[in-house]
């Protein structure tokens, strides 16, 4: 059976400072939000964008829309600070910035426990050692009461600290991407795409949007609104996609089909592996239809 999905096609990051953007926020049709309280919060502005994300994520005012807060990490003066109030108002997970190693995922989800909450965990992939550690990172999915549920890579990080160019076509972070995606689906986790800088710039973004999905990716991060629905177009199958799908299922649901490992379907060999890919397919078309239906 299916498990039940939810569309990560558009993850918009929303500086946790900007009071106009958190309001404008319950408006836009992305599928989640990441209220940030690192890198979008110069820290003069640290403890006021705190207590503004609390209170948005509590406001319940976001609708179906997937609320993350991103804490600083907790060798930051602000990471605790951060942690508890994200703990306090409960958001759909906590994104923690840079781990290293399944440690610093560990370290956030005891605090968790130790708050008799359970929250789930995103994990920026954006340092060398990171992603060095990755499959001990992908681990940390076992957690009880903080399970890791999805990868964010941070890809602008990730060239800053390895020197890499920003290339159309992205060779030189493909050894990561691909990693960081079997990593993902070894331990069950969804995988979020980094963000493209030019917001300006559709076809170039729209380009790299089919390319993580061809790579397999579930959706992207944003840093503009403008960006949505271009995301949204890109992580969501077609309607011959969903059609096809439908009629494999069918096939495969015919009295004559049952328990077959294999049938043929217009002219070509269909497996049951196949059967389950059309299944998600179905799954991720309902569910995008019943988010945006709202």
């Known amino acids: ?62 609708g179906s829309r997937e609320l993350i807060i991103r804490i600083n990490a907790l060798d930051t003066e602000w990471g605790h600070d951060d942690l508890e109030a994200a703990i306090e108002a409960g958001p759909d997970a906590i994104l923690v910035p840079k781990p290293n190693r399944a440690a610093d995922l560990d370290a956030v989800a005891r605090k968790v426990e130790m ?30 009461h903080a399970p890791l549920t999805a990868f964010v890579m941070g890809t602008n990080d990730l060239a800053k600290e ?74 969501a199958p077609s309607e011959a996609e969903v059609s096809q799908a439908r009629k494999i299922i069918a096939a495969f649901e015919l009295p004559e089909n049952k328990g077959k490992g294999a049938i043929s379907l217009d002219g070509r060999m269909v497996e049951l592996l196949h059967a389950e890919m059309a299944g998600r397919t179905v799954a991720l078309s309902d569910a995008i239809e019943a988010r945006e239906g709202e």
Not at 208 to 234: F, S, Y
Request: aromatic share 6%; proline share 6%; with cysteine.
């Open 115 to 144: 708050a008799g909450k359970s929250i789930p965990l995103w994990a920026m992939m954006e340092t060398p050692l990171g992603l060095l550690n990755i499959q001990e990172i992908a681990g940390c999915a076992a957690h009880s």
């Open 162 to 235: 390895t020197r890499a160019r920003f290339v159309p076509g992205r060779a030189p972070m493909m050894p990561w991407l691909v990693t960081s995606i079997l990593a993902a689906r070894a331990y069950g986790l969804d995988i979020i795409d980094g963000v493209y800088n030019d917001f300006r710039d559709t076809d170039g973004f729209m380009a790299e949007c089919q390319q993580a999905r061809d790579l397999g990716m579930d959706g992207k991060t944003l840093i503009h609104p403008a960006q949505v629905a271009g995301a949204n177009e890109a992580f």
């Open 1 to 62: 059976m299916t498990k039940t999905i939810r569309p990560r096609r558009s993850v918009l990051y929303m500086p946790g400072s900007n009071e106009r953007a958190l309001e404008k926020a319950r408006t836009l049709p992305a599928d989640a939000l990441i209220l940030d309280l690192e890198d979008a919060v110069s820290p003069d502005m640290k403890a006021a964008a705190r207590a503004q994300v609390a209170e948005a994520v509590k406001s319940g005012s976001y």
